[in-house]
Structure formats: structure tokens, C-alpha cells
Antibody, heavy 122, light 105 residues
Framework: QVQLVESGGGVVQPGMSLRLSCAAS????????LHWIRQAPGKGLEWVAV????????SFADSVRGRFTVSRDNSENTVYLQMDSLRPEDTAVYFC???????????????WGLGTLVTVSS | SYELAQPPSASVAPGQTASITCSGD??????AYWYQQKPGQSPVLLIY???KRPSGIPERFSGSLSANTATLAISGTQDVDEGDYYC????????FGGGTRLTVL
């Protein structure tokens, strides 16, 4: 079955960096685009970033563009979210989610991981 | 920036039909999607392309789109349907509605 497992969350100070990982299994990883979506404590969902199935296309929300980068290793079935210059407002649970379109990018999500909590605080 | 408006809360008696709306500029020209999230869990896709249900989603969940409002209907609502419901559409990127907390009375 499809599984997405996020890791790498933790507590960091403002201005610091953190790298999140999302390990995938149960499907042909190289055929699917992967998204990062976050949810601040007690708040709603916010899309953060996407990397296409072949890594050729990347897109970011305005709130993180220029600070976050996304990459993937199709040999390790893993996608990464590099978060630099972190701010208190980046505090959230970060979910990894699979794009529903194989070999395309359709911008909606069928499977989600359980998430990893990032807390930015001094 | 594009916004999708949802009522923050809704309530329904068991066995009745719950309706949750999602409104946005020119939403009728886009596709709408619906997710359910229960406390401490990840969101689950309920409806895609306005009206389609993924495999495994009960038939009591249905979606519609009219003008600039998408509606999620839950017929024969059960206690297990309590949770937060989010709509999603695309406008220069995926945009979520603010979410609606459904209470089954």
C-alpha cells in the first residue's frame, strides 16, 4: 500500500535551517510528483511546494519562495524540503502528499503522510 | 491572492444531510476538491473534479459545483463524519479554503 513517512522535524531558532525528508513506498516513486503542505497549530492547510515526478519542475508558495527548496532522489524514493531562514510563522506540521496524476502534475493530492512538526522559536 | 470561503462550522443531526459550501471568484471555471481531516490524522480526499469519488469513499459523500460555489453534501450523516472539511482549487497554485468543522449533534 502507498506509504509516505515524513521525518526531520524539530525545534529550531528563528533564522536557522532544517531539512525534512519524506520516504515513499508502495508505488512507482519516479512516476509521481510530490507536494509539501503544512498546517499551523489549530489552523487550516497551506500548500507549500511541489516537485514534479522527474524533478524538472518546482513551485513554491509566495510565503516560502526564496527560503525553501525542494529536491528528490528517485533512487532512494525520497523527497526533501530544505527550509532556510526559518521564521516563527513557519511553525506547523509539514505533510508530504502525492500528486494524483502519474507522469503529470495535476495539483491535487491522493495520499498523505502523517506529518512532522516543525517549531520555530527562540 | 485567491481565496476560498467556507463557513467555520456546521452541525447536523445523525441521519440527516450536511451541506458544506466553498465560494471563490470564478470557482465555476475551475475544478474543486474536498478533503476530510479528523483530529490528529492526515487529510483524506473525498471528492475530486467537482463530483468524482475516489475508490473507497462512501456514496453518501457527493460534490457539486454551481456558479462560484462548490458544495459537499453528506447524506445519512454518521458520528464518524465529524471532523474538519477543506475545499481546494487551483489558482497560480493550490489554494485551500479555511475549513469547516462539522459537528454531528
Amino acid at each position: 500500500q502507498v506509504q509516505l513517512v515524513e521525518s526531520g522535524g524539530g525545534v529550531v531558532q528563528p533564522g536557522m535551517s532544517l531539512r525534512l525528508s519524506c520516504a515513499a513506498s508502495g508505488f512507482t516513486f519516479r512516476h509521481y510528483s510530490l507536494h509539501w503542505i503544512r498546517q499551523a497549530p489549530g489552523k487550516g492547510l497551506e500548500w507549500v511546494a511541489v516537485i514534479s515526478y522527474d524533478g524538472s519542475r518546482k513551485s513554491f508558495a509566495d510565503s516560502v519562495r526564496g527560503r525553501f527548496t525542494v529536491s528528490r532522489d528517485n533512487s532512494e524514493n525520497t523527497v526533501y524540503l530544505q527550509m532556510d531562514s526559518l521564521r516563527p510563522e513557519d511553525t506547523a506540521v509539514y505533510f508530504c502528499a502525492r500528486d494524483m496524476g502519474p507522469l503529470q502534475l495535476v495539483y491535487y493530492f491522493d495520499y498523505w503522510g502523517l506529518g512532522t512538526l516543525v517549531t520555530v522559536s527562540s | 491572492s485567491y481565496e476560498l470561503a467556507q463557513p467555520p462550522s456546521a452541525s447536523v443531526a445523525p441521519g440527516q444531510t450536511a451541506s458544506i459550501t466553498c465560494s471563490g471568484d470564478k470557482l465555476g471555471e475551475k475544478f474543486a476538491y474536498w478533503y476530510q481531516q479528523k483530529p490528529g490524522q492526515s487529510p483524506v480526499l473525498l471528492i475530486y473534479h467537482n463530483t468524482k469519488r475516489p475508490s473507497g469513499i462512501p456514496e453518501r459523500f457527493s460534490g457539486s459545483l454551481s456558479a462560484n460555489t462548490a458544495t459537499l453534501a453528506i447524506s445519512g450523516t454518521q458520528d464518524v463524519d465529524e471532523g474538519d472539511y477543506y475545499c481546494l482549487a487551483w489558482d497560480r497554485g493550490p489554494v485551500f479554503g479555511g475549513g469547516t468543522r462539522l459537528t454531528v449533534l
